[in-house]
């Protein structure tokens, strides 16, 4: 329907998923539609759930995540992926693109638009280059067959749940990107607040200390810089880390300012959107999942912060 001056809307039409489901599909408790846990593993260990028609891919994953701490479900089908996902509700799902019946776009539609499954990461395994695509469809990590070991366990390892959720502030004067970024780290169940300069945020720390903080440098009452230099005359505050997020062109002295004080820092500049938020989300996962610092002797070494540049539109 269009409409001169104003537009158009574009309605498609879907068939429910039942219509899409084999005549005769095999059932439900077919013997290799899930593995046990490993023995080793405790009762809270994490769900992967490998959708996959190949049996071969089974048995790599299985032999390939073995000493990993992972519990492993399996399905050989489409249909029968949903079905453990919406049963089971893994911490990850790794998915095969060339699927008989229904493919893996056809799966990964489905579970983004799933309300109770869209949070889960899914890792596309296929022997097609097709990252941009993926990405697009809204996957979080993909993996080229065939796959390499190592590869595959960094990228399980990086999507890994945190337990207890952690809680990370976000101190930004732009409402729409305070925004943004809230909504986008609350997909991985993180729990986030909100501070619109400086000030604001040493009130919210006084009363409760965040895992990470995401912070801007320009705002008005006490910018970025103003902020990390309270942190640093507080004992327990100067550990937290900070993850920079602005569009300051820093200068040789903005460096030496923050040197040994930020654990990264994003620029915006002429990226994409979506392409700074993926970047803020695996910076704030590898923090927050590496050790924490040692509580003895004072603070963290002065080491220089690493530095992304991530180019954002309008």
Do not use: C
Not at 181 to 187: D, H, I, K, V
């Amino acid at each position: 329907q269009s409409q001169v001056g104003e537009g158009s809307t574009f309605t498609l039409h879907l068939p429910a998923l039942s219509t899409l489901s084999p005549p005769h599909a095999p059932p439900a408790t077919a013997p290799a539609a899930a593995a046990p846990p490993m023995s080793h593993a405790p009762a809270a260990t994490q769900v992967v759930l490998a959708i996959d028609d190949d049996p071969a891919v089974h048995a790599f994953l299985r032999d390939a995540l073995a000493s990993e701490n992972w519990r492993l479900a399996f399905a050989a089908s489409g249909t029968e992926g949903l079905r453990l996902a919406r049963e089971l509700k893994p911490d990850v799902i790794t998915l095969d693109v060339l699927m008989p019946e229904m493919d893996g776009w056809v799966v990964l539609s489905l579970l983004k638009t799933d309300p109770q499954l869209a949070p889960i990461p899914v890792i596309m395994l296929t022997v097609k280059e097709q990252q941009d695509f993926a990405f697009a469809m809204g996957v979080a990590d993909y993996l080229q067959k065939p796959i390499d070991r190592d590869r595959l366990v960094a990228v399980l390892r990086k999507h890994r749940r945190l337990d207890p959720p952690v809680q990370v502030l976000v101190v930004e004067d732009d409402p729409h990107m305070r925004d943004m970024l809230r909504r986008m780290l609350e997909r991985d169940d993180w729990r986030v607040a909100e501070a619109e300069n400086g000030l604001v945020a040493l009130e919210q720390i006084s009363r409760s200390l965040p895992s990470l903080i995401v912070l801007d440098l320009m705002m008005p009452v006490m910018d970025g810089f103003q902020m990390v230099a309270e942190l640093q005359k507080h004992e327990t505050w100067r550990r937290i880390p900070i993850v920079i997020v602005s569009a300051k062109e820093l200068t040789p002295d903005d460096r030496r300012r923050l040197q040994g004080h930020v654990r990264a820092i994003l620029q915006k500049g002429s990226f994409r959107r979506s392409d700074l938020m993926r970047e803020i989300q695996h910076t704030v996962r590898v923090f927050l999942a590496s050790p924490p610092p040692s509580t003895e002797g004072g603070p963290p070494p002065a080491a220089p912060p690493a530095q992304r540049r991530a180019n954002l539109e309008p």
